[in-house]
């Protein structure tokens, strides 16, 4: 049964609509009468209605802001507008969200409200049987990638025949009909992905990824895109000859990261081979890659440089008698002192020697991953399992030393920081809260956090201070700042390590907000405690 919401600050006309709504039976049930814009806000929220019929003149946020907010939590939901004589010049607005209706209140008949509702009924139930179809064809989508990786596996495979594995191609829209083979991959920084998303995000970041190389694939260059597991985003071109110029595949893999930037806001590289093969020898340049994504590890311009030729080094220490003993004691107390400040010495300590020795990445990675481990046992924390494919998967030592560092600080901050009480508090509240306590070092604005929760920034930002009563920067500094108190009690703790640590530019800074939420300067407050321990 689909269901109905009405809106209206005139009581008297609420009622009346809701009379009309029973008398003319089109089976909608009623979830909701709101008779202001923030009770329709939350009855909104908490019952999703198919269909909204709304009053336009609401004093507060308006009929038309409140549809907007609508459309962005459920974009399929119908509007039919109800309004007075003098506010017909808001018809157009009305229009421009799609409104299947707009009805003056003095003339509102039972067979006007039932035409306007059919009408919204027959839209959304269209709309529905969009949706079904286009989720029907992603369905579709996601299992020819399957069939694709089916395809690439077979393709490697010694002793594959080559008719039928162009034949299976053909089936899957992969036509190759020139003789010789380049290969490459595109590899996502996942240190730069887990910034902005969570770990339970990547597959689906890197899926959203290949979409963009399958857009890309249709252009003139002949070149497939396969998602895979331990390779990214893999390539493969088929040319017309060994001496073929590399531009095309250069471009698409520069075009391919510039547009992981620009639409998912996530850091991407790309590596090739210079080899030219056949259809036949397209595994030995595919496992030549596999073994040689980690020989750019200590390069120093790879900011600067989008694609790069792979080529075979074997120019890495693959002993060392240091094991990051001495890290390890950093970790330690970072855990005793309380101190975050220990946790990049360490990881910057031991990736320094790293380099300067060019050791094995593939061991330079395990013993990050060690300090993850150490710091978990000691700790009695949680790590994210899916730390540790990606730190293994990591091609340069910048990128295993970020993700490694945030791990670390997620630890830290399970052992070390006090939990801000959540009993009796709004439960979108503590979603909020817990978003910021896994980025307690970062300064978050209220458009990081609405991009978070995908909503309108600006809706946001007047929705959260009707949440909360205050504005989301003073919720963030408050909570910050109550943070800060209890880090502060702790008898060794300094003032610079608190700001470090709670992602302030600087101590000054860090102070002035302190003592705007406070009441109190930093040090003014360490004082006074010390004095009140002492009694």
């Given at each position: 049964m689909m269901t109905i919401m009405l809106i209206d600050d005139d009581v008297p006309m609420l009622e009346y609509v809701a009379y009309l709504l029973e008398s003319i039976d089109l089976g909608l049930k009623l979830v909701a009468s709101a008779s202001s814009s923030g009770q329709a806000l939350e009855d909104f929220h908490e019952t999703l209605p198919d269909l909204v019929v709304i009053d336009i003149g609401l004093p507060g946020m308006d009929g038309l802001e409140l549809a907007e907010a609508f459309r962005i939590t459920k974009p399929e939901v119908r509007l039919i507008f109800l309004t007075c004589y003098e506010d017909f010049q808001y018809s157009k607005r009305a229009f421009q969200l799609e409104a299947d209706d707009y009805l003056i209140k003095d003339e509102l008949s039972p067979e006007q409200l039932k035409a306007s509702l059919s009408k919204?009924?027959?839209?959304?139930?269209?709309?529905?049987?969009?949706?079904?179809?286009?989720?029907?064809?992603?369905?579709?989508?996601?299992?020819?990638?399957v069939l694709r990786q089916s395809f690439l596996k077979?393709?490697?495979?010694?002793?594959?025949?080559?008719?039928?594995?162009?034949?299976?191609?053909?089936?899957?829209?992969?036509?190759?009909?020139?003789?010789?083979?380049?290969?490459?991959?595109?590899?996502?920084?996942?240190?730069?992905?887990?910034?902005?998303?969570?770990?339970?995000?990547?597959?689906?970041?890197?899926?959203?990824?290949?979409?963009i190389a399958m857009e890309l694939s249709e252009g003139p260059a002949a070149i497939t895109p396969i998602l895979t597991e331990e390779m990214g985003i893999y390539l493969i071109w088929n040319v017309s000859a060994p001496d073929a110029s590399y531009q095309p595949l250069l471009d698409f893999m520069e075009s391919l990261c510039e547009k992981a930037e620009q639409y998912l806001k996530i850091k991407a590289r790309g590596f090739y081979s210079t080899r030219t093969v056949l259809l036949q020898q397209l595994d030995t340049v595919y496992k030549t890659l596999g073994e040689c994504r980690d020989d750019g590890f200590y390069e120093t311009d790879r900011d600067t440089e989008a694609v790069t030729a792979v080529e075979p080094r074997a120019d890495f220490l693959q002993t060392t008698e240091r094991?990051?003993?001495?890290?390890?004691?950093?970790?330690?107390?970072?855990?005793?002192?309380?101190?975050?400040?220990?946790?990049?010495?360490?990881?910057?300590?031991?990736?320094?020697h790293a380099a300067s020795e060019r050791l094995l990445p593939r061991q330079v990675k395990e013993i990050c991953g060690n300090f993850v481990r150490q710091m978990a046992f000691e700790s009695n924390g949680v790590i994210d399992s899916s730390f540790f494919l990606w730190l293994?998967?990591?091609?340069?030592?910048?990128?295993?030393?970020r993700l490694t560092k945030r791990e670390l600080r997620n630890l830290w901050r399970q052992h070390t920081l006090a939990p801000v009480p959540v009993q009796g508090k709004d439960i979108r509240l503590q979603a909020i809260d817990q978003f910021l306590d896994e980025h307690a070092d970062q300064m978050i604005t209220s458009l990081d956090m609405a991009e978070h929760l995908h909503l309108n920034a600006s809706y946001f930002s007047r929705y959260f201070k009707k949440l909360a009563g205050v504005n989301f920067t003073d919720y963030v500094n408050q909570y910050k700042i109550n943070m800060a108190i209890a880090m502060l009690s702790r008898r060794n703790e300094t003032v610079e390590n608190v700001a470090y640590t709670l992602g302030f530019s600087d101590r000054a800074y860090f102070s002035k907000v302190f003592k705007k939420y406070s009441g109190k300067s930093p040090s003014e407050y360490k004082i006074s405690f010390c004095n009140e321990a002492e009694e």
């Open positions: 919204a009924v027959s839209r959304f139930r269209s709309r529905e049987e969009l949706l079904e179809r286009y989720s029907f064809r992603q369905a579709i989508e996601r299992n020819k990638e077979q393709l490697l495979s010694p002793g594959s025949d080559t008719d039928q594995m162009l034949l299976l191609g053909e089936r899957l829209g992969i036509s190759w009909k020139l003789p010789y083979f380049r290969q490459g991959f595109i590899h996502i920084d996942a240190a730069a992905l887990t910034e902005r998303y969570g770990y339970g995000d990547v597959p689906l970041i890197h899926f959203a990824a290949n979409n094991r990051g003993d001495k890290e390890r004691a950093m970790l330690s107390l970072a855990l005793e002192e309380g101190n975050a400040a220990w946790i990049d010495m360490a990881v910057n300590s031991w990736t320094q293994g998967q990591a091609v340069h030592i910048d990128e295993a030393a």
